[in-house]
């Protein structure tokens, strides 16, 4: 009796497999014919779902433009079987491509995304700078820096690379990160040369050598304010960084180097003329009445 149940039971799982390979191969003749929602109401209906199951469901629902659902059973055919990615990659690169060609470029970059999300370490190339600027442009700029950083890991040349470096810096400046925007803006230095980098570089330094003078951090203020110097750049703010350079030593007092950044001061406006002027002649004054005593 006992051996009779075990073989009914096998007869019984054996007969379940064998429905479920009928039904999937019912629903794969109705996917080739282009009638998908005729699939989905098979593939819906199976209580063992594997991952070509699910494959197939994603197939279906992505052809009646139902993406989250597509989305929804491919990554659950991957999780179980990883060798669906490469498949599953090459449609949403099709997707992509026909987006990009419409210049959809929104719809290209969810689709970008759910492409890293199959599988994370997919390369799509110079496609990251497209998330960069997508995320760039809603204002979510540490998704924004994310996707720009891979961009450049990627392709580190031609023109969307020089555009990334830049769109890192703002985006770190805008986000209030100083002193990583800084970072950055140097390391991009020291691969390339530019001068909108260069002007980023000393708008940044500027900005906290100030804040560093303003905390009384003297030490750290001379350091970004020297940035400024080196970088060359923004012109307009080489007499300031002197002039901070000069109220640092001169709080240290170091009055031989205060005056020599005074006297850039006055050397950077020939006309002699404005308020930092006048401040760098009231402190050479000061110095020399502090020398003379």
């Known amino acids: 009796m006992k051996r009779y149940l075990i073989l009914l039971s096998l007869c019984f799982f054996l007969a379940c497999i ?13 996917i080739k014919k282009g009638e998908y929602r005729s699939a989905i109401l098979i593939l819906e209906n199976l209580e063992e779902r594997n991952s070509k199951v699910n494959y ?5 629902y992505l052809n009646v433009n139902q993406f989250e659902p597509a989305h929804k059973y491919f990554t659950k055919s991957v999780n179980v079987d990883s060798t669906y990615a490469d498949s599953i990659i ?7 491509g026909g987006y990009l060609k419409m210049r959809m470029d929104d719809m290209a970059a969810h689709t970008f995304e759910r ?13 990251f700078y497209l998330l960069g600027d997508y995320y760039y442009d809603h204002k979510k700029l540490l998704k924004a820096k994310e996707y720009y950083i891979k961009g ?10 020089k555009d990334a470096k830049i769109k890192v ?28 980098l260069l002007w980023h570089k000393g708008e940044i330094a500027y900005k906290l050598a100030e804040k560093k003078y303003k905390e009384k951090n003297y030490g750290e203020s001379l350091v970004y304010a020297s940035k400024v110097i ?10 300031d960084a002197n002039f901070l350079l000069g109220e640092i030593n001169f709080s240290l007092k170091n009055y031989i180097k205060a005056k020599k950044f005074y006297r850039n001061v006055l050397k950077l406006n020939p006309y002699r003329r404005g308020m930092l002027v006048s401040e760098a002649k009231r402190r050479l004054k000061q110095i020399k009445s502090i020398e003379g005593k």
């Not at 197939?56 to 279906?60: D, H, N, Q, R």
């Not at 890293?116 to 799509?124: A, G």
């Not at 400046?173 to 140097?186: A, F, I, R, V």
């Open 56 to 60: 197939l469901l994603g197939v279906s």
């Open 18 to 30: 064998l429905q479920t390979k009928r039904k999937i191969k019912e629903a794969e003749r109705y």
């Open 230 to 239: 080196e970088a060359g750049s923004p012109i307009h703010l080489l007499d």
């Open 115 to 127: 492409m890293l999300e199959i599988k994370d370490n997919y390369d799509i190339g110079e496609n």
């Open 90 to 96: 090459k449609i949403y690169s099709d997707l992509t």
């Open 169 to 196: 810096v703002k985006s770190l400046l805008e986000l209030g990160e100083l002193t990583e925007s800084l970072e950055w803006c140097e390391k991009f230095l020291e691969e390339e040369t530019t001068e909108d």
């Open 152 to 161: 450049l890991e990627s392709v580190s040349s031609g023109k969307s690379s």
